[in-house]
């Protein structure tokens, strides 16, 4: 099992900044991936960045550029630092940890945080 709770989310001009925090209730060393997930009004929830244990990243086309995906194994979490947000960005953003048990792949979702960009 894995508990994820986010942080860090806001109202937040264009163009401005925001950092997410998405802490884990267990070693982020034994979750397989750990990634940001969004979901825009009247959209389905889409990714956003994943990295993987090995430390791989992958980003959409869509914040390239803009977001980053990062880790601190010493505070078992995981960050999101959003620049150049455009109201586009707008959304809950959730985290996601999957967990590989034996042939089982087990997903974990937080509750998700609300990022407004609006002037």
């Known amino acids: 099992q894995v508990q994820l709770v986010e942080s860090g989310g806001g109202l937040v001009q264009p163009g401005g900044s925001l950092r997410l925090s998405c802490a884990a209730s267990r070693s982020i060393f034994s979750i397989n991936a750990m990634g940001w997930y969004r979901q825009g009004p009247g959209k389905q929830r889409e990714l956003v960045a994943v990295?993987?244990?090995?430390?791989?990243?992958n980003y959409a086309d869509s914040v390239k550029g803009r977001f980053t995906i990062s880790r601190d194994n010493f505070k078992d979490t995981v960050y999101l630092q959003m620049n150049s947000l455009k109201p586009e960005d707008t959304a809950v953003y959730y985290c996601?940890?999957?967990?590989?048990?034996?042939?089982?792949?087990?997903?974990?979702w937080g509750q998700g945080t609300q990022v407004t960009v609006s002037s």
């Open positions: 996601r940890a999957d967990l590989i048990v034996g042939r089982d792949l087990n997903t974990y």
């Open positions: 990295l993987s244990s090995g430390s791989n990243t």
